[in-house]
């Protein structure tokens, strides 16, 4: 990909405009992963108007082209992400959003690959999982092309709790959330450390006992935290933005970094024909490596089950 002379490697799209579109193009403005931004909207008008408002902030950023444009401006975009979609309403789950959103994408993904783009597509709009695998068919990109955010934000999460809990620096914490991103979703507990320190033992370390109930209520807390933010707020977006700008700087920089995105498996975890969020090796090609990541047997039953729930959802929409 970094030797392909029809990509611009400093240049991104944000299809969709919305809460979550918006957040994600400002936030990659802040962090100076790229030189040229373009934002994409079926209403031209709020596209417009982002890219002016973040715009005025780059006397105080890096320097950087940001404007409103249309699928022409994509084809030669090294990073393409997808927001667009219909909001998550309070009360409403993320399979519920699937009918809606994938009339969407419909509509979006043709225009990507007619323009036969070959830059990294991103999908971050919900259900996600759902939405990558229909972004990889209808486009027929290759697998480590289209990738989803999937759990990427919900590790996040993972780890905020716990370095409170703890009362240490959540960038020391190492566990992960695999799974659907979404109800089914589930925590890597056996693998859970602080800096190599098995999280048990660091627990009593710290001075606290009964760690499973603790575990439930913080593996609770993650898995619900979007309805938390929607309930009071009615949208969640900085916290995507973050671990948008986050899976960015590992493609822009090829970092081989191992974030746990949508990938497609085959095979892995005795999962195929399924995007699901797993922890994979992230560059400059996209998902370059899905990695099998030790599971207790519990935890393969919960992946499993999670699977099985996803592939329910794509047979009922008929993906």
Same mark, same amino acid.
Request: charged share 25%.
């Given at each position: 990909?970094?030797?392909?002379?029809?990509?611009?490697?400093?240049?991104? !799209?944000?299809?969709?405009?919305?809460?979550?579109?918006?957040?994600?193009?400002?936030?990659?403005?802040?962090?100076?992963?790229?030189?040229?931004? $373009?934002?994409?909207?079926?209403?031209?008008?709020? !596209?417009?108007?982002?890219?002016?408002?973040?715009?005025?902030?780059?006397?105080?950023?890096?320097?950087? %082209? *940001?404007?409103?444009?249309? &699928?022409?401006?994509?084809?030669?975009?090294? /990073?393409?992400? *997808?927001?667009?979609?219909?909001?998550?309403?309070?009360?409403?789950?993320?399979?519920?959003?699937?009918?809606?959103?994938?009339?969407? /994408?419909?509509?979006?993904?043709?225009?990507?690959?007619?323009?036969?783009?070959?830059?990294?597509?991103?999908?971050?709009?919900?259900?996600?999982?759902?939405?990558? &695998?229909?972004?990889?068919?209808?486009?027929? /990109?290759?697998?480590?092309? +289209?990738?989803?955010?999937?759990?990427?934000?919900?590790?996040?999460?993972?780890?905020?709790?716990?370095?409170? @809990?703890?009362?240490?620096?959540? @960038?020391?914490?190492?566990? +992960?959330?695999?799974?659907?991103?979404?109800?089914?979703?589930?925590?890597?507990?056996?693998?859970?450390?602080?800096?190599?320190?098995?999280?048990?033992? /660091?627990?009593?370390?710290?001075?606290?006992?009964?760690?499973?109930?603790?575990?439930?209520?913080? &593996?609770?807390? +993650? @898995?619900?935290?979007?309805?938390?933010?929607?309930?009071?707020?009615?949208?969640?977006?900085?916290?995507?933005?973050?671990?948008?700008?986050? *899976? !960015? %700087?590992?493609?822009? @920089?090829?970092?081989?970094? $191992?974030?746990?995105?949508?990938?497609?498996?085959?095979?892995? &975890?005795? *999962?195929?024909?399924?995007?699901?969020?797993?922890?994979?090796? $992230?560059?400059?090609?996209?998902? %370059?490596?899905?990695? %099998?990541?030790?599971?207790?047997?519990?935890?393969?039953?919960?992946?499993?089950?999670?699977?099985?729930? $996803?592939?329910?959802?794509?047979?009922?929409?008929?993906?």
């Amino acid at each position: 990909m970094r030797d392909d002379p029809n990509l611009d490697h400093r240049k991104a !799209a944000v299809i969709g405009c919305g809460f979550v579109g918006s957040a994600i193009a400002f936030t990659l403005m802040q962090r100076g992963i790229f030189s040229e931004m $373009v934002l994409i909207d079926v209403n031209v008008k709020k !596209a417009e108007g982002e890219a002016l408002d973040i715009s005025h902030g780059l006397p105080y950023s890096a320097p950087m %082209e *940001i404007y409103a444009g249309n &699928y022409d401006d994509i084809a030669d975009a090294a /990073f393409i992400v *997808i927001a667009a979609g219909a909001n998550q309403k309070p009360g409403e789950t993320r399979p519920q959003l699937i009918e809606k959103n994938l009339e969407i /994408f419909s509509k979006i993904i043709p225009e990507i690959k007619k323009r036969d783009c070959q830059g990294i597509i991103l999908v971050v709009s919900n259900p996600v999982d759902i939405l990558t &695998y229909a972004a990889l068919k209808m486009s027929g /990109f290759p697998p480590h092309r +289209v990738i989803g955010s999937g759990t990427v934000l919900d590790t996040a999460r993972l780890k905020y709790l716990l370095g409170r @809990r703890l009362d240490v620096d959540a @960038r020391s914490v190492h566990a +992960v959330i695999i799974g659907e991103h979404g109800d089914s979703e589930l925590a890597v507990w056996s693998g859970a450390n602080v800096s190599g320190v098995d999280l048990n033992h /660091f627990c009593e370390l710290r001075g606290f006992s009964q760690h499973r109930e603790a575990m439930d209520k913080i &593996y609770r807390e +993650v @898995r619900d935290s979007a309805y938390e933010i929607i309930e009071r707020k009615g949208a969640s977006y900085y916290g995507i933005a973050m671990a948008v700008a986050r *899976i !960015a %700087e590992c493609i822009d @920089r090829d970092e081989h970094s $191992v974030l746990p995105i949508s990938v497609l498996l085959d095979g892995e &975890y005795g *999962i195929s024909g399924l995007c699901l969020s797993i922890p994979a090796v $992230v560059g400059a090609g996209g998902a %370059e490596k899905v990695l %099998e990541i030790p599971l207790s047997g519990a935890e393969q039953r919960m992946l499993t089950a999670s699977a099985k729930e $996803v592939e329910k959802q794509l047979l009922q929409c008929k993906v």
